[in-house]
């Protein structure tokens, strides 16, 4: 797989449920960061974790990373129609401090 | 809440034009980069710039593309001769500093016919 791969494609939840997404990479990295997307819109800039961290958390949202395999995950809590969105995980390569790639994202729908 | 914004939000042109983006990045912000998604694909990077020069391209900013920071507020990307596979949408995207999370503009669809 590429760098920076979601899974699954799509995830449909109701509300006040859990939404938990995943993301795989195959280079090192410096971070990890995660997107939102709404339909045609720009990007949202979540959380970010750094590769000598383990688990982050901020409001609803909780992500982990573990380097030794290549991945992270996005758990979004008690979800409301209003998370329905395509969600990203970005890395930003070691040696580069520039440029996020981006997986193919994970298409997040809340029923309400 | 200060944020990156871009115009226009959606730019029809004929195959061979020239077109320019336009970008206003969040004012404090030193870092810059663009972005294309062609639709139903990945968020692309294109190109990220620091202090007037460009710090870092991916192999899709080949020659027809350039970057320019003409005043002290915008972020311009051009595409010199337009292909119907530019047609997608370009994102703008500043950062206070590297390596913290980018913040993105609304978008820019280019369309090629």
């Known amino acids: 797989s590429q760098q920076g791969e979601e899974d699954p494609q799509a995830l449909s939840i109701q509300e006040g449920e859990n939404a938990t997404m995943n993301c795989s990479y195959k280079?090192?990295?410096?971070?990890l960061q995660w997107y939102r997307q709404n339909s045609g819109r720009g990007l949202v800039h979540l959380i970010l974790?750094?590769?000598?961290?383990r688990e982050k958390h901020s409001g609803r949202l909780r992500v982990t990373l573990d380097t030794s395999k290549k991945s992270s995950s996005l758990l979004i809590t008690a979800s409301r129609a209003a998370d329905t969105a395509s969600y990203f995980c970005a890395t930003v390569t070691s040696g580069s401090a520039r440029q996020l790639t981006f997986g193919s994202g994970t298409q997040l729908t809340v029923l309400p | 809440e200060p944020e990156v914004t871009q115009t226009p939000s959606h730019q029809v042109t004929q195959m061979g034009q020239e077109v320019i983006l336009r970008c206003v990045p969040i004012?404090?912000?030193?870092?810059f980069y663009w972005y294309r998604q062609i639709l139903g694909q990945k968020v692309e990077f294109l190109v990220s710039f620091y202090n007037n020069e460009i710090s870092e391209k991916s192999e899709i900013f080949d020659d027809q593309f350039s970057v320019e920071r003409p005043d002290g507020s915008n972020f311009t990307l051009k595409i010199r001769s337009t292909k119907l596979e530019d047609s997608a949408m370009y994102f703008c995207a500043s950062s206070e500093w590297p390596l913290l999370g980018q913040f993105f503009g609304p978008g820019t669809r280019l369309t090629v016919l």
């Open positions: 974790i750094r590769s000598n961290e």
């Open positions: 004012s404090n912000h030193l870092y």
């Open positions: 280079t090192s990295i410096n971070n």
